[in-house]
Antibody, heavy 118, light 105 residues
Framework: EAQMVQSGGGLVQPGGSLRLSCDSS????????MSWVRQAPGKGLEWVAS????????YLVDSVKGRFTISRDNAKNSVSLQMTRLRVEDTAVYYC???????????WGQGTLVIVSS | IQMTQSPSTLSASVGDRVTITCRAS??????LAWYQQKPGKAPKLLIY???VLQGGVPSRFSGSGYGTEYTLTIDSLQPDDFATYYC????????FGQGTKVEIK
């Protein structure tokens, strides 16, 4: 299965910022919608953000609006999630995902853990 | 749109037929996907558009439904199928159900 590789994440204090990135040497991400999905420890999946291939549409779940920004750099074949004003409840494994022509989330990154704690 | 799965946990044996239900708070017109997730791993797309099997997914998996009610069925449960399953609507933005854990009886 084609791979997407994530970077970023780690431990941050409440109110802090982190940037997550996702790229691939195997998939041309620039022609697909891309998304971020998170999973709090022991919990289910939560859609966080999505961006159209040309950046003309961006969507965020209500709980992160005004704090998170999704963006992409098609020249670098990458997608990013800039997270600011982080809260304890943002602690989760964050996955990037490619929305395929099926409109399902066909390919996923390996996941990266974000811990918000003092 | 809220997605509600039932049951939350399901105990079954190898060879059993298993059915998981997903209910949407409003019609999603068949824009529904099912995912399988194993501990410590990223989810895997099984089915999209409610009933279309993703490439490489075994034929023992099937999906059905329209409007607000959907089901995922696994015929003859295999050892590799013990996992957590999520439905997801993509009619309006994206929402996941809370998950159904299929465990060994």
């Amino acid at each position: 299965e084609a791979q997407m590789v994530q970077s970023g994440g780690g431990l941050v204090q409440p109110g802090g910022s982190l940037r997550l990135s996702c790229d691939s040497s195997e998939i041309t991400l620039s022609v697909y919608w891309m998304s971020w999905v998170r999973q709090a420890p022991g919990k289910g999946l939560e859609w966080v953000a999505s961006i159209k291939y040309d950046e003309s549409e961006k969507y965020l779940v209500d709980s992160v609006k005004g704090r998170f920004t999704i963006s992409r750099d098609n020249a670098k074949n990458s997608v990013s999630l800039q997270m600011t004003r982080l809260r304890v409840e943002d602690t989760a494994v964050y996955y990037c995902a490619k929305i395929g022509r099926s409109e399902g989330f066909e390919n996923w990154g390996q996941g990266t853990l974000v811990i918000v704690s003092s | 749109i809220q997605m509600t799965q039932s049951p939350s946990t399901l105990s079954a044996s190898v060879g059993d037929r298993v059915t998981i239900t997903c209910r949407a708070s409003q019609s999603i017109s068949g824009w529904l996907a099912w995912y399988q997730q194993k501990p410590g791993k990223a989810p895997k797309l099984l089915i999209y558009q409610a009933s279309v099997l993703q490439g490489g997914v075994p034929s023992r998996f099937s999906g059905s439904g329209y409007g607000t009610e959907y089901t995922l069925t696994i015929d003859s449960l295999q050892p590799d199928d013990f996992a957590t399953y999520y439905c997801q609507q993509y009619n309006v933005r994206w929402t996941f159900g809370q998950g159904t854990k299929v465990e060994i009886k």
